[in-house]
Nanobody, 122 residues
């Protein structure tokens, strides 16, 4: 079992930056692919980024490519999402997720955090 707790969300102006963190409990964090997803009001949850268990490979949604960076520190059981050049359309509740078969589909993740709100003002 893995428990995930996100932090780092907040209110920021367009063009600004935020760094989200997701702290995981359990000794098997390094076995899991980690992903970030987001859900805006009235919209479906969408994939943002994912990183392999070793941290050696990353994948991004086209909408965030070049602006967001996912990373992980397996010694600290933490995954990060550095978000730069934020836009109002990035406003959403951001979730981290852990999965053995993690892909860009949310159904491939086994564990989810409660989310952290990111609001970008214009």
């Amino acid at each position: 079992q893995v428990q995930l707790v996100e932090s780092g969300g907040g209110l920021v102006q367009a063009g600004g930056s935020l760094r989200l963190s997701c702290a995981a409990s359990g000794r098997t964090f390094s076995y899991y692919i980690m992903g970030w997803f987001r859900q805006a009001p009235g919209k479906e949850r969408e994939f943002v980024a994912r990183i392999t268990a070793s941290g050696g490979s990353t994948v991004y949604a086209d909408s965030v490519k070049g602006r967001f960076t996912i990373s992980r520190d397996n010694a600290k059981n933490t995954v990060y999402l550095q978000m730069n050049s934020l836009k109002p359309e990035d406003t959403a509740l951001y979730y981290c997720a852990a999965g053995r078969l993690g892909s860009s589909r949310d159904s491939s993740y086994d564990y989810w955090g409660q989310g952290t709100q990111v609001t970008v003002s214009s």
